[in-house]
């Protein structure tokens, strides 16, 4: 990856609340991505705060993947991508150089569309990441295996075939072992991209019911094409459009505000159905 370093904006301001708040976990300043020579979105600024979930809404190729993707340097194993603007995790420049990036992907787990459990057992999905990560003690593998498990409510379900391979698992359940897997590392934020749509609408309800349990616990960035959804889960909301040729928001803020006042007409019309 290239960094253009040279052309980062100033943050512009931005509805929805002030960006240089302690509050804020995760924030992007005037974020823009380019793939070769064409941008997926440009000048985006937006935080979330401590413990709350941002929902990420708009069609389909407006960048909300490729912005999830900046936010845990997942970009950096693409080649000819290019980042300008900042992100800051805890007040801190994500790429500024020696910032810890393997640190920083246990800090910021993701959970993709595809449920993508490793082709291992059970219990290798946990530990595997866990051992990477320097974790060697058998208890405290034990330990936090049983309670991410139980935390997604799967340790009932699996605990007696610890061994077998994740693959025999229902979408349902793979996609609740990959956010146990994520929460094994004790991560402070989660970015989750249309965690659901891949899924039963009963394994959905399911894993959307766990997401409203993290709350609080953990700051979520959730990207979503179900805006009852968005509306349910959301504190707060960021709408992306197609716009001037690149991705882009068009508005950001509390999730009453994004449906019940908008303050763009794009996005009145967006949430009542009527476009995209
Ligand atoms: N790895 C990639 N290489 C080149 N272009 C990409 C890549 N990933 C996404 N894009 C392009 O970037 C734009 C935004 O895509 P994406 O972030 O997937 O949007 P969304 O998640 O909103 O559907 C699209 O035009 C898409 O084709
Ligand atoms: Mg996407």
Redesign the pocket.
Known sequence: MTRNLDARPQAPPQSGGDPTSDDLVLQALGLGLR??S?D??RGITLGVRRGRVLALV??????????LSCLNRMTDL?PR?AIEGQVRLNGQDIHAEGFDVVGLRRRVGMIFQRPNPFPMSIRRNLEFPLREHGVRDKDTLEGTLEAALSDVGLWGEVKDRLETSALALSGGQQQRLCLARALALKPSVLLM?EPCSALDPLSSGVVEDLIDGLRERYTVVV?THNLAQARRLADEVAV?WFQEGC?RVIEHGPVDQIFGAPRSEVTAAYVNGMRG
């Open positions: 793939y070769g064409r997926a979105f708009g069609p389909s190729g407006c960048g909300k993947t490729s912005f693409l991508c991209d990207v992306f991705g």
